[in-house]
Structures are given as C-alpha cells and as structure tokens.
C-alpha cells in the first residue's frame, strides 16, 4: 500500500526560496552594528554625557523600529538614569554658583521651544526634559505604562509646557484608563502647540471622546471649534505647493483633523453623509 503523501513546510517547494531571516535585513543589521559601536564610545569614556545620550538613543530607536521583545530595553534604561543623575548633578552645581539653568547655547530662556533644538545646543532643563521624555517613549514601548507616565510627569515638574512630554503623557494615560488627565494634557498641547507640531494630540482627544465624552468637561465642541480655522488654513497652505516632502508634513495633521470630524460625523451625530 502507498503511504499518503506528507505535506511539505511553506517554502520548501521547488524553485522556492527560504524565508529571508530578519538578520539579513542591512538595516537592521547597520542599526545593530551602530548600537555595538556607541556602546564602545560610551564605554570608553562614561563622563561623557553625549556618548551616553548617543548610545541610550541608538538603542530607544531601535525598540522603537524593531519590535523584537525589548532586547536592548535593560541597558537603554540604565543608561538613561545615568545620565539624568549626571544632568541634575550638573543643575545643582549651576544653583549652588547662582548660573541659570534654563538658558541654551545660544543665550535664550525659553525649554518649551528647545524641542527641535540638539542636545548639545540645549540648556540643562531643556537637556533632562528631552531625556526624561526619552525615556518615558521607552518605558511605554516596553508596556511599563505607570513608570512611563511618571517619566513624562519628571520631565513636566522641571517645564509644565514641554509638549512633547505632555502629549506623550496623555497617550500614556488613555492606556491606563485615566481619561480625564489624558483630556486635561491633550487641551493643554492643542491650546499652547503653535507650530501644529503635535497634530495627534487631536486624536487623542477624539480617543477619549469616544471612550468617555463625560471625561471631556468642554466635550466635542473644544476640537471642532479649533478644526473650523485649522483646516482652512491647512488647505490653504498646501494648495499650490510641489515639494513631496512639505506636501507629506502638511498632510499628515490634516488626515488627522479630517479623521476627527469623520468621527464626529459619524458616531456622535450620525451624519453620515458629512462623514
């Protein structure tokens, strides 16, 4: 009697190929290789506050790329807290010689708009707001969402208008089921964001408002009231604009904004023609 006929793995057919291992990748192996290499810098020399940022970052992005259980996570966190206890070592020195510690490189005292400013131009409370924020990212990357919450709100008690970290803070605390902190923090970035740097603040708001409209003490009618002069303006800055690139940063917020008047539309008052 013929024995049936065992079936074979996906891939092993003829002409086919085996799966490419994710090890093949070139990029990931060049951020891997990246990440040995700052280490080695870091390691060298671990007074040197930006070879430690340099490394804890590498590492950061790369659980932020590369979701592979946190591999790096251990060593990023510990470098992190080294160099917060070194920045806040350096800010009491300052205190105790009576020099700011709010003033960047370039003489300004303004840590909300240091967002976008390197870490060496930074003053030292822009420098620890940007860490802790770091790694607050970190810590909501590994699901550690309470030590990730208190990360933001560090950052916060040295700049109550870092947005970075209050934006990251409320998308933190949906997670945790803390509604109307997370609608206190989001108001407060879509009310003092300028540069319409944190768009998502938005969805976020929306998040809530689905989840709970009664944690939204202003409800609906705070994200509409801000989209009525938005999108206008939004469209009216892209309509006639060629770069891709400026094109892409443009619309990425308006497919947010527009995605939460759908919403509206949609679930709140059923207009379904409007959505």
Known sequence: NKQPTQAKPPGSGSGSSPPKSRESDPKRHAAKEQ?????????????????????????????????????????AIQVFHEIIAQINHGREQSKINGIPTDVSADGSQNVPKELRTSYQEKSLDGLLCAI?????????????FEPSEQAYTSCLDVEPLYLDALNARGSTRIVLGKYSEAAQDFAKVITKDEEHLFSDAFSGMVRILEADES????????????????????????????????????????????????????????????A
């Open 215 to 274: 944690a939204v003490p202003f409800g609906w009618d705070f994200v509409l009231s801000r989209l009525e002069s938005l999108i206008p303006q939004f469209e009216s800055t892209l309509e006639g604009q060629t770069d891709p690139r400026y094109i892409s940063a443009l619309s990425t917020p308006m497919r947010r904004y527009h995605h939460a008047l759908f919403v509206y539309n949609e679930r709140k008052t059923k207009d379904y023609d409007a």
């Open 35 to 75: 990440i040995k290499e700052f280490k080695r810098i870091y390691e060298q020399d671990k007074t040197s506050l930006f070879n430690a940022i340099q490394y804890a970052e590498a590492m950061r992005m790369w659980s932020q790329t590369y979701f592979d259980g946190g591999s790096f996570d251990k060593d």
């Open 132 to 144: 802790w924020t770091s790694l607050g990212k970190l810590y909501f990357m590994a699901n550690l």
